[in-house]
């Protein structure tokens, strides 16, 4: 039987986003810096799509309390599982440096800057607000509704189609120029949970990628454009991104899961 109405699950997280950016625009309109708006407001978004869900998964807590049990050979899982994390976000990079050399982040001039990096981190208490919504909360919760629920549901329903519509599904709520990773990310993290029957892979992998992404947006930064757009060059990036996302699709074994179920 089906494990919740995914129709209805997907409305809820509609609407708790949509909450969430209320609260985001309040917040802001208050006052509060950007970056500090947002996560709180991601906090409130998370609270109130469980107060949302809770009808919904109290009949299926059991299930829910099976999917967080550590898997066989959990060890190799969460390695196998922080490598995935670091490799997706470096396809993740290719894709942004490619679309940086289209021109999509904004007009191209004839002058070239950088690239020039450098590394400055914000003051502690505010990065440990974005490890702790980023990397913690929010995979606990996505992985959750994402791969437990609306994966677990399409599985249930012997849908041939339920990996892509999961990672579709998935997509879908990430921001546009997000979209494409979020979709490969959704299709291996998929593949972690029907293979371990068990979320802590796909936990691990999101919030491996969510870190090194506080990272990235918090701590590195950087002057870079492109004199002149490149074709050939973003084509290069996105093949190298395709190559690395089907190396960690490989990595996932279905032959590697275990007896334990």
Known sequence: RALAPIGLVLLFQFSSLMVREYIRLWL?????????????????????????????????????????????????????????????????????????HLGTHGPLTNAAAGPLFWWRCPSWDYLLLSLTVLALLTPLVEETVNRGVILGGLLTRKSPLAVPMSATLFA????????????????????????DRRLLGPVVAHATFNGLTVLDWDCLNGVWSPRAPSPSAAIALLITAVAIWSLSWRMVRPEDAGSDR
């Not at 799509?49 to 009808?55: M, S, Y």
């Not at 921001?175 to 293979?195: Q, Y």
């Open 172 to 195: 879908a709520f990430h921001a546009s120029n997000n979209l494409a990773i979020a979709f490969l990310f959704g299709m291996t993290t998929a593949r972690m949970m029907i293979r």
């Open 28 to 100: 802001l309109q208050s006052g509060m810096a950007a970056d500090r708006a947002g996560h709180l407001s991601a906090v409130a978004g998370f609270l109130l799509l469980g107060a949302l869900l809770a009808p919904l998964l109290l009949p299926i807590r059991w299930h829910l309390y099976n999917l967080f049990r550590k898997p066989p050979r959990w060890p190799r899982v969460v390695v196998q599982a922080l490598a995935i994390g670091v490799l997706l976000r470096g396809a993740a990079w290719c894709i942004a440096i490619a679309a940086a």
